[in-house]
């Protein structure tokens, strides 16, 4: 599943130590776009924390799982990002519009050698 928009807030990172060693958690606050924009609290986990440098107001396409789990009869929902991609400068929005055949100018100092 995949959920766009821009980083609001980076929350403090979590670290702890697990049965398996060592581990971290950095959420962030996305916003996604629309005439009525939603608050999304995502998180990184491990390596990808390190490996993804969030920035606040960056835009971004955010890849997750999402996961419930169940801890003294009450449940609890993660949203994990598991690939983020940052959003260009450039969009096609940005980029002028195509040259329309009005705009073509043929070049008449270039030589002709075509036969016909």
């Known amino acids: 599943m995949e959920i766009a928009g821009t980083v609001l807030s980076l929350l403090p990172l979590q670290t702890g130590q697990g049965k398996n060693g060592v581990w971290k958690k950095q959420e962030f606050i996305l916003e996604t776009p629309g005439q009525y924009p ?14 993804i440098k969030l920035s606040i107001g960056e835009k971004i396409t955010a890849s997750i799982n999402l996961e419930s789990r ?20 450039t969009s096609q929005r940005d980029m002028p519009p195509p040259p329309t055949d009005d705009s073509f100018i043929p070049d008449n100092t270039a030589s002709d050698d075509l036969p016909f």
Do not use: I, Q
């Open 38 to 51: 939603k608050k999304v609290c995502l998180s990184l986990w491990g390596e990808k924390v390190d490996e």
């Open 70 to 89: 169940e801890y003294n009869g009450r449940w609890y929902t993660e949203a994990r990002a598991w690939k983020v991609a940052k959003e260009t400068g």
